[in-house]
Nanobody, 118 residues
Framework: QVHVVESGGGLVQAGGSLRLSCAAS????????MGWFRQSPGKQRELVAT???????NYAGSVKDRFTISRDNVKNTVYLQMNSLKPEDTAVYYC????????????WGQGTQVSVSS
């Protein structure tokens, strides 16, 4: 079993920065990739960024060049550095992990609120 816990959300003005952290525990050796997703009211959950254990990363077009995902495999932690934040980035951000490239993201954190004021 894998458990993930997010931290680092908060309220920031447009143009500001925040860094989210997600710590994994349990059978972390099974983790193939970790990622960040977000959901705002009335919208479906969407992918923000993912990072595989091999180092490859993937970003949603709306955050590319503003957000950076990084992963510390020793600490089993993934980070999301968010710069140049916009009000439309306001959402609950979720960390998730998967244990195989052909598996869905099935281990989810409780979410952390990010609010960006204009």
């Amino acid at each position: 079993q894998v458990h993930v816990v997010e931290s680092g959300g908060g309220l920031v003005q447009a143009g500001g920065s925040l860094r989210l952290s997600c710590a994994a525990s349990g059978t972390t050796f099974r983790i193939n990739a970790m990622g960040w997703f977000r959901q705002s009211p009335g919208k479906q959950r969407e992918l923000v960024a993912t990072a595989s254990s091999g180092g490859s990363t993937n970003y949603a077009g709306s955050v590319k060049d503003r957000f950076t995902i990084s992963r510390d495999n020793v600490k089993n932690t993934v980070y999301l550095q968010m710069n140049s934040l916009k009000p439309e980035d306001t959402a609950v951000y979720y960390c998730a992990a998967r244990v195989g490239s052909n598996r869905p993201y099935e281990y989810w954190g409780q979410g952390t609120q990010v609010s960006v004021s204009s």
